[in-house]
Structure formats: C-alpha cells, structure tokens
T-cell receptor, first 109, second 115 residues
Framework: GDSVTQMEGPVTLSEEAFLTINCTYT??????LFWYVQYPGEGLQLLLK?????DKGSNKGFEATYRKETTSFHLEKGSVQVSDSAVYFC????????FGKGTRLHILP | EAEVAQSPRYKITEKSQAVAFWCDPI?????LYWYRQILGQGPELLVQ????????DSQLPKDRFSAERLKGVDSTLKIQPAELGDSAMYLC?????????????FGEGSWLTVV
C-alpha cells in the first residue's frame, strides 16, 4: 500500500541556516503531495502543496518540488527563523490520505 | 478566514466514562474527517464523512467509538467507555470535496486525558 517516510527529528539549526526535511513516498497511483506545519498545542496548518510532477509548492519562504522520478517531496527553506520551530508533516493523497510521522524542528537564536 | 471549530478544547475524564467531541466544519465543505493524534506521532484517520455518509471508518474502534454527521454539517465523535490509551488529541478537519488535490483544513483539536 501507499506509504510516507519522513526524516526523523528532532532537527536543530541555528537561525538563518538552510533547512531540508526529506520526504519520500511509495504510491501505486499518482498522489497529490502536501506539507503541513503544527505549532505547539495547535492543529495542523497547510504549508504548501503540489498536485502533479515538477510542480513546486511555496509559502512563507518554504519550497518543495514534486519529483516523480525519485518519489520525493523534500521541504526546503533558505534561511530559517526561530518562529519556524514546529513539527512538519508530509502528506500524500491518492485514494487514501497518509501522513508521515512528523519532523520536529528547533531553531536556535 | 473561515475555520473548523472544535469543542471542548481540553477534556479530562475518568476511565470508563463517556466523552464527546463536537466539530463544525467550514461552511460548504462536504467532506469531514476525524483524526486521532498521539503525542509525537502523525494524525491517524478515524472516520471520513462525505455529507452525512460514512465513506471510511476502517480505523475506528467501533466497540467504543462512534461518529455521526446527521445533517451533513456538524459532527460528533463519542467514546464510551474511555480507556487510558485513548488519551490523545482529536482533530477534526474538512475539505470542499474528497478529491485528492483539495486542501484539508484542520481545527485546533480537542485534547483528551483519560485518568
């Protein structure tokens, strides 16, 4: 069946560092791909999405590109801020919705 | 901006008691989801509604959990009797339709502690 594998956390970076959080998937169909962010004590918020190969989703300085050839949707940001500290979830959707286990990100000032 | 409303925000209940959570999705959203999120893990789908009909409840522990969306708008998730292992955050979410490309919008969640 379909599955999502996310980079294990926690990831700790200094402010202004470059961020990559890896996400790879297996799917029998052609899923849509999403990244969600969860701040402490809150629900999940959509960060960005891509629905077809080579699409790039972007929001708040974060980017991810739908790579069908490598079945990946890695999240990147060029310069992280303390306020980016949160848990990030990769999500694939075909006939099922599957979330990754989440990657906790700590940004140090 | 329209939001998914959930209540209560926090609930502490004793083992074997009944507990209920309520959700009001974004107006016009046909698809409603209930997820359970255990601390440190990703959300796990419990039940999915399309309008008033259940389309997926394969992961719902039906011996103790029930969910309804009688008029195809708001929804209630009930647990009876609650067990210690039910302590988690219960997230309600909605989307315009169940198409894979549609964004799912989450509420802030209801934290349940069973003691």
């Amino acid at each position: 069946g379909d599955s999502v594998t996310q980079m294990e956390g926690p990831v700790t970076l200094s402010e202004e560092a470059f961020l990559t959080i890896n996400c790879t998937y297996t799917a029998t169909g052609y899923p849509s791909l999403f990244w969600y962010v969860q701040y402490p004590g809150e629900g999940l918020q959509l960060l960005l999405k891509a629905t077809k190969a080579d699409d790039k989703g972007s929001n708040k300085g974060f980017e991810a590109t739908y790579r069908k050839e490598t079945t990946s949707f890695h999240l990147e940001k060029g310069s992280v801020q303390v306020s980016d500290s949160a848990v990030y979830f990769c999500d694939i959707r075909d006939d099922k919705i599957i979330f990754g286990k989440g990657t906790r990100l700590h940004i140090l000032p | 901006e329209a939001e998914v409303a959930q209540s209560p925000r926090y609930k502490i209940t004793e083992k074997s008691q009944a507990v209920a959570f309520w959700c009001d999705p974004i107006s016009g959203h046909a698809t409603l989801y209930w997820y359970r999120q255990i601390l440190g893990q990703g959300p796990e789908l419990l039940v999915q509604f399309q309008d008033e009909s259940v389309v997926d409840d394969s992961q719902l522990p039906k011996d103790r959990f029930s969910a309804e969306r009688l008029k195809g708008v708001d929804s209630t998730l009930k647990i009876q009797p609650a067990e210690l292992g039910d302590s988690a955050m219960y997230l309600c979410a909605s989307s315009l339709t169940d198409r894979a490309g549609n964004t799912i919008y989450f509420g802030e969640g209801s934290w349940l502690t069973v003691v």
